[in-house]
């Protein structure tokens, strides 16, 4: 099929279902079709230039830490995909004309949410927490990948029941193909979470271990940002990239050809960590913590601690500054850091600190 027929096909079945309207507007953004994994082609439109002028919104999106003390302990999962989810929602009528696209069959304009629009996620996101209000269940959000977790079987069953009636009320539909059922373990943001807590994703570490030792400022940053998303499982986790961050500070990057061994350590040495990360065990906000705390010319770090098991790890380099601190102020220093890293899950139920030494 020609690319003139595939946006042939996909404009004419957006009108049959009531997504897009022919148009007079004075915005016009170009179409474009982008080839997916299975060979299929998506249609979008490019509003990079719509964007560039547009009031972007703000709108708070669940943090990792946020999702684990929502499951926390739960036994049973359900995940929801909402059929081309931001199509599901209505544009604003005074707003659909800038929404404009043209191509060879002329120019139309959305009736729906577009995919591409800035305001997109946080649009749904809005949508999604009015839904959320209706259900009392835990019910977790991120743009239109949802879950529902539940204690047991029979729990399970009435709050997907619950669910479905509520979305049928709104008139919201899913795709059933893409949704899963009472399952034990589920994969929600790049992580596995299960009655035994979260573990990241092993593909994703496989990738980062895989990455090639950087040779260029890019390359470096580009490894230390995908280390840095599962800093939460490594113990020491900037202590350890110490050697590497210095080589993003200004004029002093330097090609993995010309590390020396504490640099070429800390690189090596990440990656082995990423092989075991530890299942960080899901926090109960019934029991108290320990907080074990870390201090030295090197960095800060703290591990929260519940039951003897791991909930979370803390770590960062030390600023300029910090680093003519007093031993005894960087390990006040460290755990004031702690109570603030670890402040969604303690509230004021911890036992003690320890400095390890």
Not at 213 to 241: D, Q, S
Not at 262 to 289: C, D, G, H, M
Request: proline share 5%.
């Amino acid at each position: 099929m020609t690319m003139k027929e595939e946006i042939k096909k996909q404009v004419e079945q957006m009108l049959k279902d009531g997504i897009i309207e022919h148009s007079n507007s004075q915005f016009a953004s170009p179409v474009v079709l982008v080839k997916k994994k299975d060979g299929s082609m998506r249609f979008a439109i490019d509003y990079r230039k719509l964007n560039s002028i547009t009031i972007k919104q703000v709108y708070h999106l669940p943090l990792i830490n946020e999702i684990r003390e929502e499951v926390s302990g739960k036994k049973i999962f359900t995940s929801f995909d909402f059929k081309s989810g931001f199509h599901q929602l209505p544009m604003n009528p005074e707003h659909k004309e800038r929404t404009a696209f043209s191509c060879w069959m002329g120019l139309f304009q959305f009736i729906k949410v577009p995919f591409g629009l800035c305001g997109a996620p946080s649009t749904f996101m809005r949508a999604m927490n009015e839904l959320k209000k209706y259900i009392s269940s835990s019910f977790l959000i991120y743009i239109d990948d949802v879950i529902l977790s539940s204690n047991n079987e029979i729990e399970q069953l009435i709050d997907i029941e619950q669910f479905l009636s509520v979305i049928s009320n709104f008139g919201m539909r899913l795709k059933l193909d893409k949704c899963e059922f009472g399952l034990s373990e589920i994969k929600y943001l790049g992580f596995f979470i299960s009655e035994k807590g979260i573990r990241p994703d092993p593909r994703d570490l496989e990738s980062i271990d895989k990455i090639n030792p950087p040779t260029n400022l890019k390359e470096l940053r580009a490894f230390l940002g995908a280390v840095n998303y599962f800093r939460r499982f490594i113990p020491e986790c900037a202590k350890i990239l110490g050697p590497l961050y210095e080589l993003t500070k200004e004029n002093n990057f330097k090609s993995s050809k010309d590390w020396n061994e504490e640099e070429w350590k800390a690189f090596r040495s990440i990656k082995n960590k990423l092989k075991t990360p530890p299942v960080l065990a899901p926090p109960n906000p019934k029991e108290s913590y320990i907080i074990e705390t870390d201090a030295s010319i090197k960095g800060i770090g703290a591990v929260l601690i519940q039951n003897k098991h791991p909930v979370a790890y803390f770590s960062r380099t030390l600023k300029d500054t910090e680093k003519r601190y007093h031993i005894n102020e960087l390990e006040a220093l460290a755990i004031e850091q702690a109570l603030k890293e670890f402040s969604i899950y303690i509230r004021y139920r911890y036992d003690n600190y320890q400095d390890r030494q």
